[in-house]
């Protein structure tokens, strides 16, 4: 199986910070529809797979 994805300019720097790990914390924000949940969600995919037997979950406040 084959997935394409091609992440938003934002979403890229996301995924290039995310694997520095001096950092403790990343602040990831913006308006509805900007691919913030799409974004964490393929981290946890990436994570998964680097990490077989983890345990990740994402929430939303609201779901439309």
Not at 44 to 55: D, H, T, W
Request: aromatic share 10%.
């Amino acid at each position: 199986m084959n997935v394409t994805f091609e992440p938003t300019i934002q979403q890229d720097k996301l995924f290039e910070t995310f694997g520095n790990e001096t950092l403790l914390e990343i602040l990831f924000g913006g308006a509805a529809g900007g691919g913030k949940s799409f974004a964490l969600w393929s981290l946890m995919i990436l994570k998964a797979i680097e990490y077989p037997g983890i345990r990740i979950g994402l929430a939303r406040q609201t779901l439309t």
